[in-house]
């Protein structure tokens, strides 16, 4: 039967959640953010027992809270992988994208949480090249 989930339906019931997902969890590839949110609930929220709408209320004050601890990461170069994973207390996720001369940049940062919305170590956490660095996605 597959995995479905109504975002019109989401964003008549819930216009402020809606608009919330939007501007603080969008998806910074061309599937758009719909295709992006769909991906993530079908993936991880089936396992909530509860319905999309109380899903995607825990991935948005997650994400919030991720980015709240982050926001004093200023180091855009290497150091900045271990930065992130001592201020969060867990090995997270990283996703790199190559760039021209063989250089790369950090492209997503993945978080990873038990049943109970609990940080863990993600497994087969990955690092990017020890030479990644961060850059603003407008200017890459």
């Known amino acids: 039967?597959?995995?479905?989930?109504?975002?019109?339906?989401?964003e008549e019931q819930s216009p402020a959640l809606f608009d919330d997902l939007s501007y603080n969890w969008p998806s910074l590839y061309n599937k758009g953010s719909e295709g992006f949110w769909k991906y993530n609930y079908c993936k991880y929220g089936?396992?909530?027992?509860?319905?999309?709408?109380?899903?995607?209320?825990?991935?948005l004050r997650e994400t919030k809270k991720v980015n709240e601890l982050l926001k004093d990461v200023t180091?855009?170069?290497?150091?900045?992988?271990?930065?992130i994973n001592t201020v969060l207390g867990v090995n997270v996720r990283y996703w790199c994208?190559?760039?021209?001369g063989g250089a790369q940049i950090l492209e997503q940062i993945g978080v990873c949480y038990d049943r109970d919305w609990n940080m863990m170590d993600c497994p087969h956490a990955k690092m990017c090249a020890i030479t990644a660095e961060f850059t603003d996605y407008c200017s890459a």
């Open 1 to 10: 039967m597959g995995c479905r989930v109504n975002f019109t339906e989401l």
């Open 46 to 59: 089936t396992c909530d027992p509860e319905s999309g709408t109380a899903y995607f209320k825990k991935a």
């Open 75 to 83: 180091d855009r170069g290497p150091g900045a992988f271990k930065k």
């Open 97 to 100: 994208r190559n760039v021209r």
